[in-house]
């Protein structure tokens, strides 16, 4: 059908060799290494897997219901929980969206202070990812819990600068419709900085970790290799599609926030596999690092918000008109799609749905694991980094 | 389904009959005492992590807070673990397999609901598909509130937990164990919705005020609804729950190092002073 | 090319050839059920918009004028809007609406976008919307045998389901 490698995603297995002795193994829902709750249902013939049956769905919870039914203000500390790993992300893409419907302007400054949160969550996000891989791995990476350790102190300082921005470790509600609700201090700029340097001396150690563990190489180079075309047509964005050969970042390309003004560099990766992955993720850990470096200092004096705050909870209003509109969360392209509520209920969306691009990396399991053992399984499922929240919302 | 608590064993039957013989219950008062201290002291843990609690609790196994000095290692199996850590909204598709797994764990085995998802379920309670608080259909020991609660406050919710242990085995725990049946109007939220006719417009007002002073910058009148801050604690509140009373007895040695200083904290003294002034 | 020059080009691919006559400006454009397939290949094959974004439907109840005795203004009908973006700057996405009728089903995007598998499963599962020839029209989210689409306006938030609550 549409991959290169000839994988049928549907492929009726009464017609694969009816003679076969296979076995069918449950992956989940409720095992280690899939980050969440999510099964899949693997047909094995001896170890290789032939086909691959993903259930979603484990933690659905309606969040798309929830929100046709609060208003506008209300459900930002509720898309929070969405992508529990960069909770920044999906306040900023709801804000962002009632603000392009509603042709709001932001302040410039509380502009500067999403996109410096933004390129933090990001660090802290795929500092996550590592950590949780490294586990996954088990023991190609020193001893499985031993990089999950490094990984979640540092991870820590960075949920420590944001408690001190907004008085939470995650789940900050920190944004509104129009600008944000925390300004940040001069100690911040400090802290931030301070934190940064040791980070970035820590990933060198990472980097080396990963590039020199013949283990890790084995483990990773040539599995599951995705390709560019596939990509596309599945809908997959964000570090994933870059890692094969994709080059295509919302930030450079449809730029919003500051970003028009930065000059951010995108990483791609031409091979696809597990490896290429990794490499895009730790250079854009680099890039995160420098563009915060680069505009923490320039953040202009001004207001944080650019609305009158209203008296009620429902002082925002959309008529009925429709509207979509993205950021580049650390998954790829996080969007919203709003339908207004018109005159009598414009407090509240019509519809309202979340673009997640955990769903669409998730959806490319069934093309990724076959042919492959199941332990490469969980190296594949690691690298693609589905968050089960947002997979399932 | 309510799990019958009458059939809850702590210890192994053939315990009581080792007891009976003559001569041997001097021995096992000392014995009686290690097994309190060992089982207090490794509660293997069972993530149940769902969603974002899950992520807390990494958080509290990994370096910052370190369950694992505790003895409290987290396995990825029920079989090995005494205690299940339900982090994490649970739906109705998922509470089978939660049920299933709570099954497959060995007696004694306890349960910790931690974050308000497990607990009540949260913003989502009234969702088509999201269970209402997990003590529908599991018995949980201790509850640990939050959004998601602070890896401090599992841990102390841990504590409390080896607390309830050890006076469990001391037969000191006097108390009743309060399992309320759930309430009839389950599914209605203590606090009405935006669209409820029955909503107090009260809590409109409040509400908005009280968001509105979350720091909205130069557009409000910050004088007004500012109070004085108090001094900030330098440590986290983790004891911020009622304690359960807690027996004069002396410990076990053992444990008073691991344990935060909760109890210790020194007692105001204006009292003395001002006694002593006049 | 920028982002304002591609919005044009796609308008006007529209008004060419496939008959739409105005393009709403907070909206994005209705077009006849018909053309969503092959608007879709058109957009991939000649314009290289290869990215699938979104798919969204939504329902809509029977809407009558209560001043004017009830009268029927519009009858209860889905609709879906599509998403496909061009790959590198300018990234536009180019997005339009069909609307559906209950009876009706509309044509997948399968095998233009494999993306469109779990996004039309999903929007079938919490909607109910049909997507014909789809080679895999399970549900997606909710148990297989759950009862209703929960995101249609006549489902109930609280609906309960016995015996978990
Ligand atoms: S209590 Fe809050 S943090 Fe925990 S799972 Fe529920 S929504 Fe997430």
């Known amino acids: 059908m549409h991959s290169v490698t000839g994988v049928d995603p549907h492929l009726d297995i009464e017609t694969y060799d009816p003679s076969a002795d296979l076995m069918v193994l449950n992956l989940g829902p409720q095992h280690p290494s899939t980050h969440g709750v999510f099964r899949v249902k693997l047909y094995l013939d001896g170890e290789i897997i032939i086909k691959a049956v993903p259930y979603a769905g484990y933690l659905h919870r309606g969040v798309e219901k929830l929100c046709e039914e609060l208003t506008f203000v209300q459900i930002i500390p509720i898309v929070d929980k969405n992508d529990y790993v960069s909770p920044m992300m999906n306040e900023q893409a709801i804000a962002m969206a009632c603000e392009a419907m509603l042709g709001i302007e932001v302040p410039p400054r509380a502009l500067y202070l999403r996109t410096i949160f933004a390129e933090l969550q990001r660090l802290a996000s795929h500092l996550l990812w590592l950590g949780t891989f490294g586990m996954d791995l088990g023991g190609a990476l020193g001893g499985g819990a031993t990089l999950f350790m490094y990984c979640f102190r540092e991870r820590e300082t960075i949920l420590g600068l944001f408690e001190e921005v907004t008085g939470c470790r995650f789940h900050y509600n920190t944004h509104a419709v129009g600008g944000n609700r925390h300004d940040i201090t001069p100690k911040f700029s400090c802290d931030t900085k301070t934190t940064l340097e040791v980070i970035e001396k820590r990933l060198e150690e990472y980097v080396q970790i990963f590039s020199s563990n013949r283990i890790y190489r084995a483990r990773t180079q040539g599995i599951g290799v995705l390709d560019g075309d596939l990509a596309n047509s599945l809908g997959i964005t964000g570090p994933l599609a870059r890692a094969s050969g994709v080059d295509h970042d919302l930030r450079r390309d449809a730029p919003y926030h500051i970003y028009g003004e930065l000059d951010v560099k995108v990483f791609t990766e031409s091979a696809g596999d597990c490896f290429a992955r990794t490499l895009v993720r730790l250079n854009e850990m680099y890039e995160s690092i420098r563009i915060v470096r680069e505009i923490i200092d320039s953040v202009p004096e001004g207001p944080i918000l650019g609305m009158k705050p209203g008296k009620s909870p429902g002082h925002i209003k959309i008529d009925a008109s429709q509207g979509y509109s993205c950021i580049e969360s650390p998954r790829g392209e996080l969007g919203t799609y709003i339908i207004g509520g018109g005159k009598s209920r414009g407090a509240s969306a019509y519809r309202l749905k979340i673009r997640s691009p955990s769903l669409h990396a998730a959806s490319c399991i069934p093309y990724l694991f076959p042919g492959h053992t199941v332990s490469d399984a969980v190296a594949i499922l690691g690298t693609l980094d589905p968050i089960m929240g947002e997979v399932d919302r | 389904m309510a799990v019958d608590e009458s059939q809850r064993t702590y210890e192994h039957p053939l315990y009581q009959h080792v007891e009976r013989m003559p001569g041997v219950s001097v021995a096992l008062g000392s014995i009686d005492q290690l097994l309190t201290w060992g089982s207090a002291n490794s509660l293997w843990i069972f993530p149940m992590a769902t969603s974002c609690c899950g992520i807390e609790f990494m958080a509290a196994a990994a370096s910052g807070v370190d369950l694992d000095r505790m003895g409290s290692i987290p396995r990825g199996t029920p079989r090995q673990c005494d205690v299940m850590v339900v982090a994490g909204t649970i739906t109705v598709k998922m509470a089978p397999r939660v049920k299933k797994l709570w099954e497959q764990m060995p007696e004694p085995k306890w349960c910790v609901a931690m974050g308000s998802c497990a607990i009540s379920g949260d913003f989502y309670r009234d969702i088509y598909s999201v269970i209402p608080g997990i003590d529908t259909f599991v018995p949980v020991d201790v509850y640990v509130p939050g959004c998601p609660p602070n890896p401090e406050a599992l841990m102390h919710g841990l504590l409390l937990l080896q607390e309830k242990i050890r006076m469990v085995r001391e037969g000191t725990l006097t108390r009743e164990e309060v399992r309320p049946e759930s309430p009839p109007n389950l599914n209605r939220p203590a606090i009405g919705r935006l669209q409820d006719p029955e909503r107090d417009p009260l809590t409109d007002e409040e509400q908005t005020d009280s968001a509105a002073g979350l720091g909205f910058g130069d557009n409000l009148n910050l004088a007004q609804i500012r109070r004085p801050r108090p001094e900030p604690e330098l440590r986290p509140q983790v004891d911020a729950e009622p304690r359960p009373q807690v027996d004069a007895e002396p410990r076990p040695q053992v444990d008073a190092e691991l344990r935060p200083q909760v109890d210790a904290e020194p007692q105001p003294e204006v009292d003395a002073d001002e006694e002593s002034a006049p | ?165």
């Open chain 3, 1 to 165: 090319m920028t982002r304002d020059e591609a919005q044009q080009r796609f308008v006007a691919l529209l008004q060419e050839r496939f008959g739409v006559e105005e393009i709403p400006d907070d909206n994005y454009p209705l077009i006849d059920a018909k053309h969503h397939f092959e608007l879709a290949r058109v957009l991939r094959e000649e314009f290289g918009y290869r990215i699938y974004s979104f798919v969204v439907a939504s329902h809509y109840l029977e809407k009558v004028d209560a001043k004017n005795d009830n009268a029927v203004i519009d009858i209860e009908h889905y609709e879906v809007a599509t998403g496909i973006r061009c790959v590198g700057a300018p990234a536009h996405l180019a997005s339009w609406r069909v609307r559906v009728e209950l009876d009706q089903s509309i044509p997948t995007l399968f095998p233009l976008f494999a993306g469109a598998d779990w996004q039309e499963r999903e929007q079938y599962d919490l909607v109910g919307v049909r997507f014909d020839e789809h080679p895999d029209l399970r549900r997606l989210m909710m148990p297989e045998d759950w009862e209703g689409h929960p995101l249609r306006k006549d489902y109930a938030i609280e609906t309960a389901c016995p015996p978990w609550r």
